[in-house]
């Protein structure tokens, strides 16, 4: 079984309903709420099968690195990491019991996702396996139980303005056919949400969301896709700072729509006809690692502020949400939106 195939097994087993699957089926056992399933096997444990399956196994976790960035090694050498807990993994590495000689894994919405290398039941194998476990999302976890309120059939922009106490239902009206077409582009509708909702401003004081048409040029969306294409059509190396991506207005490119104090930087990827499918693609401070999320644009904030296992998260250092304006002063007004300074 090639990459691509093995790809394929990993997207069926995230899909994939739980409770367990049956022992048979994975060939390997399964533990409480994770399923399982065998990419390769190899029937001689032998340094040669071992050094097979390990090739196949950094294949996977390359290709997977791209879908949900740096993997957290959960059992290296047969030795798993003593941190493990139910918010770091184990529930990943309890369905193996004490078979497993490596395993990586990420954090993925409500899911765990692993991939490694085990000993099948009876020790007589060697296995490449892949593995989806239940996880208590952090990113519901956290909003308020005020009110009875189903959040499950909330928007994430709702979730984002209950997490960070914005009780602004609209900051601005915008004229999106205008902007769109200016842009050349039709936006995503979350994205259009967020910014008639919160305006241009910071999120826990990290996350600076662009919009069109306000005060700061620099945080403007429309301006800041102006330069950077200026500046990437101007700068004869400028394509090696955004390698493998173009910029927009590139067919396909990268138009920037946040970023932070830190200076990491947050694009879509306008790949797709459908704004709604377009995923994200951030960028750290040092410019030399990409991490792709396909997600909303309001979901992406909401766990960077949420998600202690997402890459760019900052919910280790606050147990409130905020988000401060720089355009608008909230307050009521005759029809419901804020009134400006």
């Known amino acids: 079984m090639d990459r691509a195939a093995h790809l394929v097994v990993v997207d069926e087993l995230l899909a994939r309903p739980f409770p367990d699957l049956p022992k048979a089926d994975s060939g390997i056992g399964v533990g409480q709420s994770c399923n399982v399933v065998c990419l390769e096997s190899e029937t001689k444990q032998t340094d040669t099968a071992e050094e097979f399956l390990t090739a196949g196994l950094i294949s996977l976790i390359d290709v997977l690195r791209t879908r949900w960035g740096q993997p957290q090694n959960l059992v290296m050498d047969e030795f798993a990491d003593p941190s493990l807990d139910e918010d770091r993994g184990l529930p990943l590495v309890a369905a193996f019991g004490d078979r497993l000689i490596e395993l990586s894994g990420w954090a993925v919405r409500d899911r765990w996702v692993g991939c490694g290398i085990a000993r099948s039941d009876d020790g007589t194998a060697l296995h490449l396996v892949a593995a989806?476990?239940?996880?208590?999302?952090p990113a519901l976890r956290c909003l308020p139980t005020a009110g009875n309120r189903d959040w499950a059939s909330a928007s994430w922009a709702e979730r984002l303005a209950a997490v960070t106490g914005w009780e602004v239902a609209r900051t601005r009206s915008i004229d999106w056919p205008s902007v769109e077409e200016r842009l050349g582009l039709t936006l995503p509708t979350d994205y259009k949400d967020l910014a008639?909702?919160?305006?241009?401003?910071?999120?826990?004081?990290?996350?600076?969301?662009?919009?069109?048409?306000?005060?700061?040029?620099?945080?403007?969306?429309?301006?800041?896709a102006h330069s950077l294409g200026v500046f990437a059509s101007a700068v004869a190396d400028a394509g090696n700072l955004y390698n493998p991506y173009a910029i927009f207005p590139a067919p396909g490119g990268l138009l920037r729509w946040a970023d932070s104090v830190?200076?990491?930087?947050?694009?879509?990827?306008?790949?797709?006809?459908?704004?709604?499918?377009?995923?994200?693609?951030?960028?750290?401070?040092?410019?030399?690692q990409w991490e792709r999320f396909d997600g909303s644009t309001a979901e992406f904030i909401h766990r960077v502020l949420?998600?202690?296992?997402?890459?760019?998260?900052?919910?280790?250092?606050?147990?409130?949400?905020?988000?401060?304006?720089?355009?608008?002063?909230?307050?009521?007004?005759?029809?419901?939106?804020?009134?400006?300074?």
Request: charged residues 25%; negative net charge.
């Open 306 to 341: 949420t998600d202690t296992r997402h890459p760019f998260s900052v919910a280790q250092f606050f147990d409130t949400h905020t988000f401060e304006s720089f355009e608008r002063t909230p307050g009521p007004s005759a029809d419901g939106d804020a009134v400006a300074h």
């Open 262 to 288: 830190q200076a990491d930087q947050f694009y879509w990827l306008t790949d797709s006809a459908d704004p709604d499918r377009w995923p994200i693609i951030a960028c750290n401070e040092d410019g030399d």
């Open 132 to 137: 989806v476990a239940e996880r208590a999302d």
């Open 196 to 224: 008639e909702r919160f305006g241009s401003g910071e999120f826990d004081g990290f996350l600076w969301l662009s919009t069109p048409d306000t005060p700061s040029t620099h945080h403007d969306l429309i301006a800041e």
